[in-house]
């Protein structure tokens, strides 16, 4: 569970969440492939496909092994997502993850409906140890889940109010925030896309689910080195995740597109 919490920590940053300003008409499509590293050596790349029509999204990410990891382990792991934005918040519809391990797959199956969890199979269950803070069905209501966790409105052009927020999250199995902080602005570039690009600090917050004394969640809870930078899409009232950096003991994680192409958000 150990990688899994990391993953769904990674995945809830560089993911997709609300606009409170009406979105443009036309539809709006992302698609990017992200490499992922830790202390520069590579470690897994992922390919995420997000679309909005409407009021309606829907976002496929699929994430595998590169490098020296594929020596420790083959696991792929796919997400999805679908949902609505209505009333200047986002209100997903369905969340599921599939991760095939050889011992112990992984499968998170939930139906959500305004912004509650209506329906949930997680699987392998998380277990009832001392020290754990139990999940209550309030922990299940107003949040989002992790891939549509970074879909960032905006009110100005240059996207700065982005990183203005707190972010629910519920994955399955925990329930944590992430707060958004503004930190200043760069230009980014990668095949397909160049820009100026927004810099939000992070901070993670365990909220129940986990084990506050646990070494892990300490260092996550106390750690000032997460970052998120991402690209305002003015026509379409929202910000999204272009690349995120996370400090670690063994070094850092960075979560960085090779290739991103953006269309029908005036871009």
């Known amino acids: ?16 969440s ?3 300003t009406a979105i443009a008409s036309s539809k709006v499509t992302v698609d990017a492939n992200y490499e992922i590293s830790i ?3 590579a470690i897994a790349k992922a390919s995420l496909d997000f679309s909005m029509s409407g009021d309606r999204y829907e976002a496929d990410l699929f994430m595998r092994p590169k ?5 420790v382990t083959a696991v792929r792991t796919s997400v999805q997502a679908e949902g609505r934005v209505k009333g200047g918040k986002v209100l997903p519809t369905r969340y599921n993850v599939k991760a095939d391990e050889t011992r112990r797959p992984v499968r998170v199956n939930m139906t959500l409906r305004s912004g509650n969890v209506s329906k949930l199979n997680a699987r392998p269950k998380l277990k009832k140890l001392d020290g754990r803070v139990p999940i209550t069905n309030a922990h299940r209501r107003s949040i989002v889940d992790p891939l549509s966790s970074g879909l960032l409105p905006i009110r100005t052009a240059n996207g ?16 944590y ?11 980014v570039s990668t095949k397909g896309y ?3 690009a927004v810099v939000c600090g992070a901070r993670w917050i365990p909220v129940a689910g986990h084990r506050p004394h646990k070494k892990e969640v300490r260092y996550l809870a106390n750690n000032k080195r997460l970052e998120m930078t991402v690209i305002p899409l003015p026509a379409a009232g929202v910000a999204i995740p ?4 996370i400090g670690t003991p063994n070094g850092e994680i960075r979560i960085e597109p090779s290739k991103m192409s953006i269309s029908g958000a005036g871009v």
Do not use: E, H, Q
Request: glycine fraction near 10%; charged fraction near 25%; aromatic fraction near 12%.
């Open 39 to 41: 202390a520069g050596w």
């Open 242 to 245: 272009y690349s995120v950096s």
């Open 1 to 16: 569970m150990k990688v899994l919490s990391l993953t769904a920590l990674t995945l809830g940053l560089v993911a997709f």
């Open 177 to 187: 925030d992430v707060r958004l902080y503004y930190k200043g602005t760069r230009s």
């Open 160 to 175: 700065r109010d982005a990183c203005d927020r707190t972010l629910n999250i519920f994955d399955g199995w925990t329930r």
């Open 194 to 196: 160049r820009g100026k």
């Open 67 to 71: 490098g020296v990891a594929k020596i």
């Open 18 to 20: 609300a606009a409170p």
